[in-house]
């Protein structure tokens, strides 16, 4: 059985970025329509007793859809955050040498996401070697499977903007910036190192959505660059 975990954060505490009338619909229908299809679709098969992540790794068609957007709603709402952070001084290292500054990786992350054609989602990862760079996903894919570590990822499906930004994807995309919760991107950055993109230490943080992959991961091969 897959649960709906709670919001971060307040249903208004995004305004004006997000509107709590936008909350309502994307998290009580949409995000929660998601968890409810996937637990009809498991129940009395092999999946009913696997984890999410797991679910994500060996699954297709309508169970890997669902699943994947539980995850990629999940990982949305860690992403964002009403109180202003910077991003920790490693990881700003590290978009510097990668991207050339932050501005660099605002504006390739901000021209990705309205790029992309249709419904999908736009990530900062980190690759197997080593490496932040902007990735875009078509509907419920998720860089989970090419065993990349996703820091932030912004929702591009129209679910997510049309009440307050109509047709305006790349004005929901800059303002998607100013609500980037660099804490949870810095904790995530800093459970994988340059070498070996696993955390050296398990995660043992519950309320933390992302613990249950990185531990999960850690189980599997090491990538190494
Ligand atoms: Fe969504």
Wanted: charged content about 25%; glycine content about 4%; overall charge negative.
């Amino acid at each position: 059985m897959i649960e709906l975990p709670k919001l971060p954060f307040a249903e208004d505490a995004l305004e004006p970025f997000i509107s709590s009338e936008t909350i309502q619909y994307h998290y009580h229908k949409h995000h929660a329509g998601y968890v409810n299809k996937l637990n009809e679709l498991i129940k009395n098969t092999v999946y009913e007793k696997m984890s999410l992540s797991s679910i994500i790794r060996d699954s297709q068609g309508a169970v890997f859809n669902n699943a994947a957007q539980v995850f990629n709603h999940i990982f949305y709402w860690s992403s964002l955050s009403g109180k202003k952070s910077l991003p920790g001084k490693e990881l700003l290292e590290k978009i510097n040498n990668d991207f050339g500054s932050v501005e660099a990786l605002k504006e390739e992350f901000i021209k990705a996401g309205a790029a992309l054609f249709g419904s999908g989602w736009v990530w900062l990862v980190r690759e197997p070697n080593g490496h932040l760079t902007v990735k875009t996903t078509q509907n419920a894919d998720n860089p989970l499977k090419s065993h990349m570590i996703p820091l932030f990822v912004c929702d591009v499906w129209e679910h997510a903007y049309y009440i307050d930004y109509r047709n305006m994807r790349p004005k929901y995309l800059e303002e998607f910036w100013n609500y980037i919760n660099w804490e949870h991107a810095t904790k995530t950055f800093n459970k994988t190192d340059n070498n070996i993109f696993i955390a050296a230490e398990p995660c043992n943080d519950i309320h933390d959505p992302f613990c249950e992959v990185f531990d999960e991961l850690q189980h599997q091969d090491r990538v190494t660059s």
